[in-house]
Structures are given as structure tokens and as C-alpha cells.
T-cell receptor
Framework: GAGVSQSPSNKVTEKGKDVELRCDPI?????LYWYRQRLGQGLEFLIY????????KSGLPSDRFSAERTGESVSTLTIQRTQQEDSAVYLC?????????????FGPGTRLTVL | AQSVTQLDSQVPVFEEAPVELRCNYS??????LFWYVQYPNQGLQLLLK??????LVKGINGFEAEFNKSQTSFHLRKPSVHISDTAEYFC????????????FGGGTRLMVKP
């Protein structure tokens, strides 16, 4: 079946502009995660959605970052008033049940460049 | 909170040589352990994971890893590497209860030379 998809694959924006990144998880997966990978660094957790529960926003670096998910479907990550330090690859992952034992399936990522 | 340390940022190795990529973790609770691989210009994919039971875990592409609770390590090994194994390898943990994000190490770039 189809894997996790993300769009756009690349986004170049000017400092101060807002951007919206999209993730389509694997159908039937109840859990969805957003991670950020800055150049030369590991992945850092941003936010987690599980079914209809309140999202875990503990990884969001500032109030400029927000995310929504429609039911158990598409998610959008919004970054307002982008800064140069927001430049990174943003990865989305989904998993069947959101359990710690689950394999997370990753999308190809969106490379964000803030000029 | 848990953390993951990958001791080597880069590991150069010749083709057909053995390789070990080191991973240590710290956590106050039980964790599950994962290795993911990121090939050039591709997304992350699971190599293997340790949940419970036998401490030696076999994964795809001939890789294996051994969970050592006393040393809090989960090193990845392959007895003979190929050029196609050139990639970034990430060790990660989740907490031993429901619904948790992965905590990743900084990654190790494996560079296989002919």
C-alpha cells in the first residue's frame, strides 16, 4: 500500500513569512508524529497525535509552531513568522497504534529553507 | 527523560569488512530500542528493533544488534558490509509505556569504500 507522503518536498521562503507543511499518513494508522532534522543533527520530536486525544505538543520549540490533524487523516504543520533557524528537514511519521513498541513509518520529508 | 548517544559521527570502512556502530542510552524507565537507516535522498526505514526476549536481534540487510542492559547499549553490527550500506544510521528509543515518540541519537554516517 501507499506509504507516508509529505508535501511540498522542498520549500524556500523568506524570513518572516508563514509556511504550511502537509503530511498524509498511512491509512488506518491512528498515531502521527512530526520530527525536525537540522543539518548535521539527529531528529528531534515536535508533536504527536493519537486518535481523538489531545496532541502532545511538548516538543514544539516556540509558539510560532502549531499543528492540526483532521481525525485520523491529514496533518498540517504551520510555522509562523519563519526564522533562519527554522531551516531543516521536517519529517512526518505514522504508526498503527501509537504504542511504544510500534514501528514508525516515515515520509520523505519537507526540506525548508528560510532565507 | 531518556537520551541516546551514538559515539561515532562517522565510520569509514572498506567493503567486505565488519562494522560496529555504537549506541548507548540512558533512561529511568524501561525502553524499547530501534535502529533506523536513512539512505541518501530517501526517508528513514526500520532496520531492527528490540522489544523483549532474546537480546540478539536480527534485522534487514544482514544487520544485527545486541541489547546489553547492564551496559545500557544497543550496538549495531554487520559481518561484511557492501557499498550499498553507505547511509546514515540512527539509534532511537521509546519509553516502555503507551503512545510515545522516538528519542534519537545524533546519527552515524557509515561510509563504505571500495
Amino acid at each position: 500500500g501507499a506509504g507516508v507522503s509529505q508535501s511540498p518536498s522542498n520549500k524556500v521562503t523568506e524570513k518572516g513569512k508563514d509556511v504550511e507543511l502537509r503530511c498524509d499518513p498511512i491509512s488506518g494508522h491512528t498515531a502521527l508524529y512530526w520530527y525536525r532534522q537540522r543539518l548535521g543533527q539527529g531528529l528531534e520530536f515536535l508533536i504527536y497525535f493519537q486518535g481523538n486525544s489531545a496532541p502532545d505538543k511538548s516538543g514544539l520549540p516556540s509558539d510560532r509552531f502549531s499543528a492540526e490533524r483532521t481525525g485520523e487523516s491529514v496533518s498540517t504543520l504551520t510555522i509562523q513568522r519563519t526564522q533562519q533557524e527554522d531551516s531543516a528537514v521536517y519529517l512526518c511519521a505514522s504508526s498503527p497504534m501509537g504504542q511504544g513498541t510500534d514501528t514508525q513509518y516515515f515520509g520523505p520529508g519537507t526540506r525548508l529553507t528560510v532565507l | 527523560a531518556q537520551s541516546v548517544t551514538q559515539l561515532d559521527s562517522q565510520v569509514p570502512v572498506f567493503e567486505e569488512a565488519p562494522v560496529e556502530l555504537r549506541c548507548n542510552y540512558s533512561s529511568s524507565v524501561s525502553v524499547y530500542l530501534f535502529w533506523y537507516v536513512q539512505y541518501p535522498n530517501q526517508g528513514l526505514q526500520l532496520l531492527l528493533k528490540y522489544l523483549s526476549g532474546s537480546t540478539l536481534v536480527k534485522g534487514i540487510n544482514g544487520f544485527e544488534a545486541e541489547f546489553n542492559k547492564s551496559q545500557t547499549s544497543f550496538h549495531l553490527r554487520k559481518p561484511s558490509v557492501h557499498i550499498s550500506d553507505t547511509a546514515e544510521y540512527f539509534c532511537a528509543v521509546t519509553k516502555g509505556n503507551a503512545g510515545n515518540m522516538l528519542t534519537f541519537g545524533g546519527g552515524t554516517r557509515l561510509m563504505v569504500k571500495p
